[in-house]
Each structure stands twice: as structure tokens, then as C-alpha cells.
């Protein structure tokens, strides 16, 4: 999936992440869908950096989640 991404927009993202499963049938063993809500602060051809806060006194200090573009299954813009 081609994903495109404003700067400094807020976005909820759909994404997979790896999951381990032990003594379980092999049929329940697969990826995770997760959904992540945050501000794209940085934007790289294998990955994206969100921040999950924005702090007025640092924009370079937080909390943020990095996602490789590969796991990203949707993207939704958050109109503010």
C-alpha cells in the first residue's frame, strides 16, 4: 500500500504488528491489527515517527511510536 502522510497532521493509523502465540493451534497464529492516534513529526521512505503528545516548550522532546511503512494498512486523516 502506497502511504502518503502530511507533516505535523494528526492521524489515526491501522497498522500489523508481529504477535507471538505459544501452545496454540496453528491457525490462530497471526499479526495483530492495531490502531495508533498521533502527530506525523517525521517522514522517511521505510518509516514514519508519531508523536502520541505534542509539548509547546519542546517540539524535539515526547513520546512517540515509529511505524515501517510495510505494516501500515490504512491512514486517516484527523481533521482539527
Known sequence: MRVRFKLGKLYIIEWLDAAGYLME???????CLCLTV???KVIEADHIVLASSLYSDNTEFGDFTVLPV????KSTEVKT
Open 25 to 31: 493451534d496453528l491457525e490462530k497464529a497471526k499479526p
Open 38 to 40: 498521533g502527530w506525523v
Open 70 to 73: 510495510g505494516m501500515i494498512k
